[in-house]
């Protein structure tokens, strides 16, 4: 079988591959982005809710903490100028009860400071100078200042509470401070994360400097051109896609706090945030290596299934024009409609090609009056006998006074004669003989493996029946008949047909009805 460049099941194998290809492909592309959007969109909601959590809890505590102030500045408004032992005792509690400040202090109207806790600060008696406290002082309302750097050399935040006496006068203030790059109550609020996935919390105040930071070397910077920082600035809360001031992509979520204008951040790296979207992309081509495996044998056997009867169909057709191939085409199994019908009109037209072909193959060497082989046909036998160094004898007859039949019965019994004298011939000859018209009324025998003296029986038992047979007119017909052999007579085909046709001449010439055998010595 002759191999095909490409054939109908490359074809299918090829499409079904492309096709299970891009499916697969397709579908991890859009499973990949699909899960890649639902994380993103998981992880705002998460950060949002957290920052607006932990920005509501913050919020909670910085309340808590301005109306402990305020109960403690009631508690002391009575002792300011009388009991300096009582401010002492009133720091250190506000100090030690729920360890909310980093240090505490008392000041009088004038700014001087009355009492702090811890006492190590030794700062007792001196004036209250500070940004965040001189604006205690001036404003005389609670208060929480922006961060800045108090006389111990430290970044604080300063919360603070008015005291006045019960006819109004303003008598001083008390107010603690948290270390801002030190551990105070924001890292207990803001550093320990419900969410252990790689997120983050940060806290600006509303000039964008960071004053939380679980990274302390990043407080007191600057953040302002971060687009969530301008938006908590702006009061505004929510959650984005964000690049940050360090050119990190983040996932945030954001909340302000209205009471200290401050903003919470709550942000996780992208690339973490989307890490399960690469890990799941993994987990299913893994899992979908296998089903592709099983998608290819499966498209191969069902490819070869549907291809095969066509193939068979197009190769025995292919070679149909060589040798008959019918018997195999009826074996092929066609098991569905288009190879069924394909079969039974290519059976149809073979049946129909080849009984065209042996029609004219039959026409192109058949006589077509005596059904005889005709002279090419005649000529080609001998020339295959004489390749092959076969022996054979060749009888040339005559019908005796033909002419004389055509002009007294007309053409068309003459016709008919000459076929009663090739149905005569084909009974007188043998089955190997091969009975030829070689032109008008002359007629050839062809004898394979046959001396001339057996020829001559041959021959002879055909002129005895034509003289004792009623030929077609009416009247009995005789013939006049030579005989040669190759190569006993002659090696070469056209000189054997001379000498029969000698011979035939000399039994015409010799009074017809007779068989005339060529003989050497008549050379």
Known sequence: MKKMK????????FVALLSVVLTLVGSLWSGYHTGKHTLITNALETNR???????????????STLQTLQFSSTD?????QKDEQKLLDEANRLKMQNNTFNSIIITNAQGEILATSPQSLQIKGKMLVSPGGQQALKEK???????????????????????????GNYLGLVGGTLYLKESNILY???????????????????????IYHENQQRVNDVVVENPVVQKLIQGKGGAERVINTKNQDMIAGYSYIPIADWGVVSQRPADKALAPATEMLKDMIQKSLPLLFLSLLLIWWISRKIAQPLHQLAYYTENSTENSQEEHIEKVVAWYYEAIQLKKSLLHSLVFLHDRVNYFMYQSTTDPLTKLANRRTMEQQMQNWAANNVPFSIIILDIDHFKRVNDTYGHPIGDEVLKFLAE?????????????????EEFVILLPHTEKTEAFHVAERLRMSMESSMS?????????????????CTSE???LIEQADECLYSAKKSGRNRTIVFEPRHE
């Open 49 to 63: 809710v957290y920052a607006q959590k932990l920005a509501e809890t913050t919020d909670l505590f910085l309340k």
């Open 472 to 488: 077609p007119c009416g009247e009995v017909v005789t013939i006049s008949v030579g005989i040669s052999s190759y190569p006993a």
């Open 6 to 13: 490409l054939s109908l099941r490359h074809l299918i194998i």
């Open 493 to 495: 085909i056209a000189k």
């Open 141 to 167: 309302k609670p208060l929480i200042s922006k961060p800045y750097t108090a006389i111990t050399g430290r970044l604080v935040i300063f919360i603070s509470h008015p005291i006045f006496d019960k006819r």
């Open 188 to 210: 207990e609020l803001l550093g320990k994360h419900f969410y252990q996935d790689g997120s983050y919390v940060y806290v600006v105040d509303g000039d964008g400097r960071i």
């Open 76 to 80: 002391i408004a009575p002792f300011m």
């Open 424 to 440: 005569q011939m084909k009974e007188a000859s043998r089955q190997t003989d091969i009975c030829c018209r070689f032109g008008g």
